[in-house]
């Protein structure tokens, strides 16, 4: 069956399996993000039934968070040894020898199954962040390695999502959920995005102004770091070093006259031309500290819809649409 047309801004509900075969056509979808169940045990304790009043297997359990090896995991698992690629097959089919028929294997079935879809529909520029925790994060980077292949894995992020149990006896108080990060390939958007400066690196680093308007900068470097003979000049009665200036004697020359060049001098205002010059790195001019891959300031949402965008987190996505920001056609599924 041939997917059917859908236009922006499309919710729909039900078994997103279904939805994404008859729905969504070959790569049309920009950016993926998932938020499964985790097949941690939680539960919800909403069901949903369809139009006709008949409770959907798929949807009971994405609730109760639980899955078991039953008919429709069977059925699955059997679709996936004989319809999906061979790698794909020989993958799942290591992982049931592995693993056994248990819970863990029908969740990891599910999963497959979508992840096939998603692969098929994703972009070649497009981007997949797989939302999940310690549970089952090994093994679906297994089946995302198999479907993806591994040269597209960019990224494990780690998302503190919360402050530490007090109830933690055992162990170490689980904080943390993973974010597994795809791409389609090699053509795949990314922006990297930037925060703002810890105050104790601001403090130590950029703590001189020279009160003209232009605000704090830094010191830096102004040598090269490797020889250059070109570099190997004489400035304002500074001797060259050893590997000569960072800079053509034009640049050396645009940045003295923007102010840009900070100057050792003597308590007379002489230049002191025993020591060295360096450049000037304005705060505001700079991007501010790159995102990493640990996440210690997204909050969670606090008000959590339980509807088919069940625990979406607003600023977690907001973050990942900037990261991969196009003219996106998304897909949530959850």
Same mark, same amino acid.
């Given at each position: 069956? @041939?997917?059917?047309?859908?236009?922006?801004?499309?919710?729909?509900? +039900?078994?997103n399996l279904i939805i994404l075969r008859e729905h969504i056509p070959s790569e049309s979808v920009d950016l993926i993000y998932l938020?499964?169940?985790? $097949?941690?045990?939680?539960?919800?304790?909403?069901?949903?039934?369809?139009?006709?009043?008949?409770?959907?297997?798929?949807?009971?359990?994405?609730?109760?968070?639980?899955?078991?090896? $039953?008919?429709?995991?069977?059925?699955?698992?059997?679709? &996936?040894?004989?319809?999906?690629?061979?790698?794909?097959?020989?993958?799942?089919?290591? &992982?049931?020898?592995?693993?056994?028929?248990?819970?863990?294997?029908?969740?990891?079935?599910?999963?497959?199954?979508?992840?096939?879809?998603?692969?098929?529909?994703?972009? @070649?520029?497009?981007?997949?962040?797989?939302?999940?925790?310690?549970?089952?994060?090994?093994?679906?980077?297994?089946?995302?390695?198999?479907?993806?292949?591994?040269?597209?894995?960019? $990224?494990?992020?780690?998302?503190?999502?919360?402050?530490?149990?007090?109830?933690?006896?055992?162990?170490?108080?689980?904080?943390?959920?993973?974010?597994?990060?795809?791409?389609?390939?090699?053509?795949?958007?990314?922006?990297?995005?930037? +925060?703002?400066?810890?105050?104790?690196? &601001?403090?130590?680093?950029?703590?001189?102004?020279?009160?003209?308007?232009?605000?704090?900068?830094?010191?830096?470097?102004?040598?090269?770091?490797?020889?250059?003979?070109?570099?190997?000049?004489?400035?304002?009665?500074?001797?060259?070093?050893?590997?000569?200036?960072?800079?053509?004697?034009?640049?050396?020359?645009?940045?003295?006259?923007?102010?840009?060049?900070?100057?050792?001098?003597?308590?007379?205002?002489?230049?002191?031309?025993?020591?060295?010059?360096?450049?000037?790195?304005?705060?505001?001019?700079?991007?501010? @500290?790159?995102?990493?891959?640990?996440?210690?300031?997204? $909050?969670? @949402?606090?008000?959590?819809?339980?509807?088919?965008?069940?625990?979406?987190?607003?600023?977690?996505?907001?973050?990942?649409?900037?990261?991969?920001?196009?003219?996106?056609?998304?897909?949530?599924?959850?």
């Amino acid at each position: 069956m @041939s997917p059917r047309p859908i236009t922006e801004n499309t919710l729909f509900y +039900g078994d997103n399996l279904i939805i994404l075969r008859e729905h969504i056509p070959s790569e049309s979808v920009d950016l993926i993000y998932l938020d499964p169940p985790f $097949n941690s045990s939680r539960s919800y304790n909403v069901l949903f039934k369809d139009e006709h009043g008949t409770e959907s297997e798929a949807q009971i359990e994405a609730f109760e968070d639980t899955w078991h090896w $039953n008919l429709e995991a069977e059925h699955t698992y059997t679709e &996936l040894l004989t319809e999906a690629p061979d790698h794909i097959a020989k993958m799942i089919e290591s &992982l049931h020898g592995f693993i056994g028929t248990n819970q863990m294997m029908a969740y990891l079935v599910m999963m497959a199954a979508r992840l096939v879809e998603l692969h098929r529909v994703l972009k @070649s520029t497009g981007s997949l962040y797989l939302h999940c925790d310690p549970t089952a994060s090994h093994y679906l980077k297994i089946i995302l390695d198999t479907i993806f292949s591994p040269q597209n894995f960019r $990224n494990e992020i780690i998302w503190k999502r919360q402050s530490a149990h007090s109830d933690a006896k055992t162990k170490f108080a689980d904080v943390t959920d993973t974010i597994l990060f795809y791409v389609k390939s090699r053509e795949a958007k990314f922006n990297p995005q930037y +925060g703002l400066h810890d105050p104790k690196y &601001l403090e130590t680093f950029y703590r001189f102004d020279d009160q003209d308007g232009r605000g704090a900068y830094r010191l830096d470097n102004i040598t090269s770091p490797n020889p250059r003979p070109n570099m190997m000049y004489e400035w304002l009665g500074f001797p060259w070093p050893q590997k000569g200036w960072r800079y053509q004697r034009e640049t050396m020359q645009k940045l003295h006259d923007e102010g840009r060049i900070w100057y050792p001098r003597h308590k007379d205002g002489t230049l002191d031309t025993t020591k060295r010059p360096a450049v000037k790195r304005y705060l505001n001019e700079q991007e501010g @500290s790159i995102i990493t891959n640990a996440w210690i300031d997204i $909050n969670p @949402s606090t008000v959590r819809m339980l509807s088919v965008l069940a625990t979406q987190h607003k600023n977690l996505l907001h973050c990942l649409s900037e990261l991969s920001k196009q003219a996106a056609i998304r897909v949530t599924l959850c």
